[in-house]
C-alpha cells in the first residue's frame, strides 16, 4: 500500500521540522544582517572618518551584495546540489563578520559587509528549495510562507543585542556589534549538520540509488523513490530556461510582483519616521506609530501564513496587493488628515501587504521544476533587491521634490501595478503536487479565481 501512496501527502515528521528550523535560520541571520548595521552607523562614520559617500556605500553594501548572490547561489545551488551550498551562507556569515572586528576604512568595511549580502543571497534559494522540496504539499505553502516572519525576528534580535552590547562593550563596542552575526552563522552551520542530499535533485541527477536511501531514512523504509511523483517528461533544462521556454513568462510573474511588493515596503520601513513626519505626525504619536507598524508588518505576514491553504495562493495575492495598494492611495488623498487616520492607514497597509511578502518564497518555489527551481528563486531576490535600494535611495528625493502626497501616490501605482501583473499572471498552486504546480500546464485561470487542479490539468486536451 505505501508504494502507491505518495510522499506528499505523508504527515509531517520530526526531519521536516527540523530542516524548517535549519532554513528559517538563514532567514534569522539575513534579517540580523541587515538591520545590525542601522544601530552603528553613526558610531562607524566617526571612529572611521566616512564621508556622506563612503556612509551610502557602506549602508547598502549587503544589498548589492544580495544581488550578486542570489544570482550565484540559485545557479550553483541547481548545479551543484542543495547540501553543498547549505553551508556556503553560514561559513560566509562567520568569516566576513568576523573580519569587520578590524576593519580600518569604509573600503574594508564595504566589502566585508558585501560578503555578508552575497551569503544572504545564496541562502534564499538553497534553504527554501531544500525546504520545498521535502515538505508535504498541505505544510508547504504556510512553512515557506512562515519564513518569511523570522526575517523580522532576525531585525528585532539585532536591534536588542546590538543596544545592549552598546550599552556595556565599550568604546570599540561598534566593531562587536557589526561582528555578532558571527555567532549566529556559527550554530547555523552546526545545525544544518547531517542534513541529506534532496532526493528530487539526485534523481535528477540519475543519482537513484542515492535518492531511494535518503527517502527511506526520512520518510521510513517502507518508501522509496515509486512514492516520490514522477516529474513529466520534458527536455532538459537549465539556467538560461528561466528566460525562455514557458518559464520566462514565469520568471517575470516572480521578479515583477516580488519587486512591486519590496519598492514601498523598504521605503516606508527604512523611511517610517520621515514619511510619518511629512504626514504631520510627530513627537510621541510618531515613535509609538513606527512601533505598532512594525508590529503590524510581522502581524500581517502572520495572518497571510494562516489563510494562505484557506485562500489558495492566487487569492491571497490579489487581496494582499488591491487591499495595500487602496491604504497607500488613501494616505496620498488624505495626507492632510488628522494623525489618527494617517496612522489607521499606514496600518493598513502594513496588515495587508504581508500577503504579498509571504508569497515571495512559496510562489518561485511551487511553480518551477528541480532544475531551476533554486535559480528562479535567486533572480527574484536578486531583482527585488534592486527595487529595494531604488526605493530606499529615491523616497528621501521624492519627498523633497514632489511631497508626500506625490509620493503616496507613486506608492499605491505601484503596489497596483503589482496587482495587474498578478491578475493577468498568477497561477494557483494551492493543493497541488510539487511537480503539478510547476507543470508549465498550471497557467493562470482565464476567466475566474478557480483553482486549477490536477484533475483539469489532465483533461485539457
Known sequence: MSRHLSIEDLPLNRFHKILTVRSAGGTFVDG?????????????TVALGLDAFWQGLVASSALIGIFFGGFLGGFLTDKLGRRLLYFVGPALFIIFSLLQLWAESGMQLFIYRFMLGVAVGIEYPVA????????????????????????????????????????YGGDDAWRWVI???????????????????????????????????????????????????AEEPRKKLSFINLLHSGYGKRMAFVSLFWTC????????????????DALHVTGELASIGTIIITLLFVAGCILATSLINYLGRRNLILHSF????????????????????????????????????????????????TEIRAAAVGVG???????????????????QTQGIEVTMYISAAITFFGLL?????????????????????????ANSNEPITTQRVKEMP
Open 322 to 369: 488591491f487591499w495595500s495598494g487602496l491604504a497607500l492611495l488613501l494616505l496620498g488623498w488624505q495626507h492632510d488628515a488628522s494623525p489618527v487616520v494617517v496612522l489607521l492607514l499606514f496600518s493598513a497597509y502594513a496588515l495587508f501587504i504581508g500577503g504579498a511578502q509571504v508569497l515571495t518564497l512559496v510562489y518561485p518555489n511551487e511553480i518551477f521544476p
Open 261 to 276: 511588493g519590496v519598492i514601498p515596503l523598504f521605503a516606508v520601513y527604512a523611511f517610517g519616521p520621515i514619511v510619518l
Open 179 to 229: 561582528s555578532s552575526a558571527a555567532l549566529f552563522g556559527l550554530i547555523l552551520f552546526c545545525l544544518r549538520l547531517g542534513t541529506p542530499e534532496s532526493p528530487r535533485w539526485l534523481l535528477g541527477k540519475g543519482r537513484i540509488a542515492e535518492a531511494e536511501q535518503v527517502i527511506k531514512k526520512t520518510y521510513g523504509a517502507q518508501y522509496g523513490v515509486a512514492n516520490l511523483p
Open 381 to 399: 531576490i536578486s531583482m527585488s533587491r534592486i527595487g529595494a535600494a531604488a526605493g530606499t535611495w529615491l523616497v528621501p528625493i521624492s519627498l
Open 128 to 167: 527554501s528549495a531544500f525546504l520545498v522540496e521535502f515538505l508535504p504539499k498541505k505544510n508547504r505553502g504556510p512553512r515557506l510562507a512562515g519564513i518569511t516572519i523570522i526575517w523580522f525576528v532576525g531585525a528585532a534580535a539585532a536591534y536588542i543585542i546590538g543596544e545592549l552590547i552598546l550599552r
Open 421 to 445: 501583473v498578478s491578475f493577468i499572471l498568477a497561477p494557483e498552486t494551492n493543493k497541488m503536487d510539487l511537480n503539478d504546480a510547476a507543470s508549465l500546464s498550471n497557467t493562470p485561470p
Open 32 to 44: 540580523y544582517v541587515l538591520s545590525i548595521i542601522g544601530i552603528v552607523m553613526a558610531k562607524i
